[in-house]
């Protein structure tokens, strides 16, 4: 019997019904997605869990990271009751993620919560 995962992903949902993290992933490599989708259901099935694969920013929001061909890829996500809510993703190519990514995060957090 398959355990059941302990969140369940969700992605976020603009006001125009798109789905940015869904086409940022889909958008990949072959070989960077699947790392993507085995990376989130390790995150799924294990958590809590902490570094390296989780970083928590701030108050309901966390970064998971893992390792593409290209760089590192990073997605944001906060943690809605059994609900995994993937906000942004981005691969970094830089030590620091650049502000603009986190504030998208932020924005996208904010607005979930407003609707949700």
Request: aromatic content about 10%; glycine content about 6%; proline content about 6%.
């Amino acid at each position: 019997m398959t355990p059941e995962p302990t969140l369940h992903v969700r992605f976020y949902r603009t006001e125009a019904g798109t789905e940015p993290v869904r086409n940022w992933v889909l958008d990949l490599t072959d070989g960077d997605c699947r790392s993507v989708g085995i990376a989130l259901n390790e995150i799924q099935f294990r958590w809590p869990i902490g570094m390296p694969r989780v970083r928590k920013l701030q108050p309901r929001l966390w970064e998971a990271r893992i390792i593409v061909k290209d760089g590192i890829a990073r997605v944001f996500f906060t943690v809605d009751d059994i609900y995994m809510v993937l906000l942004h993703g981005f691969i970094k190519k830089s030590q620091k993620a650049p502000a603009s990514d986190l504030e998208t995060a932020i924005k996208r957090l904010k607005a979930y919560e407003r609707d949700n």
